[in-house]
């Protein structure tokens, strides 16, 4: 970079020049400083003075305060001149101002930007000063503020990422806290399983002869065999959540994995007297998956759809192929979701106000571990209401495959 030498006899271009010269200086952000005092240098020669301050006036945080030439013993008492110029200039003061120096010519122009004074910039000299004067200074002022602007801005933008940084590492400190007392929570809930399993053999010669021990023994078995199923999902999900699970793919078809995913929910949507009907392609549609995995998560939301229908509703299965995804809805005619609840849905163990039929209660895992084990499939899983009494949809889609 050249800068005018101030020898040159031209006005215009010296003006010119040094105005160049200053915005050339704000080519940094993070030390302003030595680039404020160099604008300072720069302005005396168009603006004559023997003394030139510059108040910056942060929001937030302490005042900065630049004297050229510098001298520290004098920085406190022009500072207060300056706050004094700053207070007529905001009409803030409550008394008639008197200049400090009297027997001083000077200039004071505000430095306005994001909409309120943001500093002030004065010169002192012992020459009269005139209007081109004053509009020098406002031009060189106008640059600064543009500068002390872009410095702010930068600040809060450098915050706003410490801000997320920060609420991201707590977070994540959060989640681990919680999956690791989920997982001592599963943990030790199963320890009594097995037991209890082992109990249950020993009486079934007893039950066998009397059918009150008998409805007892069946009924403690469903309760293990269901509270072992939600064990199993919590931990499952907790896996995933830590990345510890393997997919073992190989080529399937949509068609296999919901004929394998209704078997195992049927059961559920007999009792129900619910009408399931299923609607998917004659062709079959391929796709690269863990079978079980993936057989899992349909059943999951084939589940779902059976505790949140009521009796005698309907559930529909829908598959289609849409350019290279494959996608499949679970449709039913239950109790649906407030808009509000919608974006919980998946969250595991959310509190949400979605009332279960039939005295079902859970936990939620099931549709936490159905999304991620669509998403460790490459794909995504989507749920859509239209309110409360009007039904929900789950969406999944997963990449196409190519035929084994």
């Given at each position: 970079?050249?800068?005018?030498?101030?020898?040159?006899?031209?006005p215009?271009?010296?003006?010119?020049?040094?105005?160049?010269?200053?915005?050339q200086?704000?080519?940094?952000?993070?030390?302003?400083?030595?680039?404020?005092?160099?604008?300072?240098?720069?302005?005396?020669?168009?603006?004559?003075?023997?003394?030139?301050?510059?108040?910056?006036?942060?929001a937030?945080?302490?005042?900065?305060?630049?004297?050229?030439?510098?001298?520290p013993?004098?920085?406190?008492?022009?500072?207060?001149?300056?706050?004094?110029?700053?207070?007529?200039?905001?009409?803030?003061?409550?008394?008639?101002?008197?200049?400090?120096?009297?027997?001083?010519?000077?200039?004071?122009v505000?430095?306005?930007?994001?909409?309120?004074?943001?500093g002030?910039?004065?010169?002192?000299?012992?020459?009269?000063?005139?209007?081109?004067?004053?509009?020098?200074?406002?031009?060189?002022a106008?640059?600064?503020?543009?500068?002390?602007?872009a410095?702010?801005?930068r600040?809060?933008?450098?915050?706003?990422?410490?801000?997320?940084?920060?609420?991201?590492?707590?977070?994540?400190?959060?989640?681990r806290?919680?999956?690791?007392?989920?997982?001592?929570?599963?943990?030790?809930?199963?320890?009594p399983?097995?037991?209890?399993?082992?109990?249950?053999?020993t009486i079934?010669?007893?039950?066998?002869?009397?059918?009150?021990?008998?409805?007892?023994?069946?009924?403690?078995?469903?309760?293990?065999?269901?509270?072992?199923?939600?064990?199993?999902?919590?931990?499952?999900?907790?896996?995933?959540?830590?990345?510890?699970?393997?997919?073992?793919?190989?080529s399937t078809?949509?068609?296999?994995?919901?004929?394998?995913?209704?078997?195992?929910?049927?059961?559920?949507?007999?009792?129900?007297?619910?009408?399931?009907?299923?609607?998917?392609?004659?062709?079959?549609?391929?796709?690269?998956?863990?079978?079980?995995?993936?057989?899992?998560?349909?059943?999951?939301?084939?589940?779902?759809?059976?505790?949140?229908?009521?009796?005698?509703?309907?559930?529909?299965?829908?598959?289609?192929?849409?350019?290279?995804?494959?996608?499949?809805?679970?449709?039913?005619?239950g109790?649906?979701?407030?808009?509000?609840?919608?974006?919980?849905?998946?969250?595991?163990?959310?509190?949400?106000?979605?009332?279960?039929?039939?005295?079902?209660?859970?936990?939620?895992?099931?549709?936490?571990?159905?999304?991620?084990?669509?998403?460790l499939?490459?794909?995504?899983?989507?749920?859509?209401?239209?309110?409360?009494?009007?039904?929900?949809?789950?969406?999944?889609?997963?990449?196409?495959?190519?035929?084994?």
């Amino acid at each position: 970079m050249t800068s005018y030498r101030p020898g040159a006899s031209d006005p215009v271009q010296l003006v010119a020049r040094t105005l160049y010269d200053i915005a050339q200086g704000f080519d940094w952000l993070l030390d302003p400083e030595p680039r404020l005092r160099r604008a300072l240098r720069l302005l005396r020669r168009i603006v004559p003075y023997d003394r030139c301050g510059l108040l910056d006036m942060p929001a937030v945080g302490g005042s900065r305060v630049v004297v050229e030439p510098d001298a520290p013993e004098e920085r406190d008492g022009v500072a207060r001149i300056l706050r004094r110029f700053v207070a007529v200039l905001t009409d803030e003061a409550h008394r008639p101002f008197v200049p400090l120096w009297a027997s001083s010519s000077h200039l004071a122009v505000p430095l306005v930007g994001m909409d309120r004074v943001m500093g002030i910039l004065l010169v002192r000299g012992t020459e009269v000063y005139t209007e081109n004067h004053l509009r020098l200074l406002s031009v060189v002022a106008a640059q600064i503020a543009a500068y002390l602007t872009a410095c702010r801005l930068r600040e809060q933008e450098a915050q706003i990422v410490v801000d997320h940084e920060a609420a991201r590492v707590a977070a994540d400190a959060e989640s681990r806290s919680k999956d690791e007392f989920l997982a001592m929570l599963a943990r030790e809930l199963g320890k009594p399983l097995t037991p209890i399993r082992l109990a249950m053999l020993t009486i079934r010669g007893q039950a066998e002869r009397d059918p009150a021990v008998q409805r007892a023994k069946d009924v403690v078995e469903r309760q293990v065999e269901s509270l072992g199923q939600v064990l199993g999902a919590l931990l499952d999900v907790l896996r995933l959540r830590r990345e510890k699970v393997e997919l073992r793919k190989q080529s399937t078809t949509l068609q296999t994995i919901v004929t394998a995913a209704l078997e195992t929910t049927l059961g559920l949507a007999d009792a129900r007297r619910h009408r399931v009907s299923v609607s998917l392609p004659v062709d079959p549609l391929w796709l690269e998956a863990d079978a079980a995995r993936l057989t899992r998560a349909v059943s999951n939301l084939l589940d779902n759809a059976a505790k949140f229908t009521l009796p005698g509703g309907e559930i529909f299965v829908i598959g289609s192929r849409e350019g290279a995804t494959i996608v499949l809805r679970v449709r039913d005619t239950g109790v649906g979701m407030s808009r509000e609840m919608l974006p919980l849905v998946f969250d595991l163990c959310a509190q949400t106000d979605r009332p279960l039929c039939q005295g079902e209660e859970g936990l939620g895992v099931g549709l936490t571990l159905a999304r991620l084990l669509i998403e460790l499939h490459g794909g995504s899983l989507e749920a859509h209401s239209e309110g409360e009494g009007q039904g929900s949809e789950f969406v999944v889609r997963v990449p196409i495959g190519a035929p084994s």
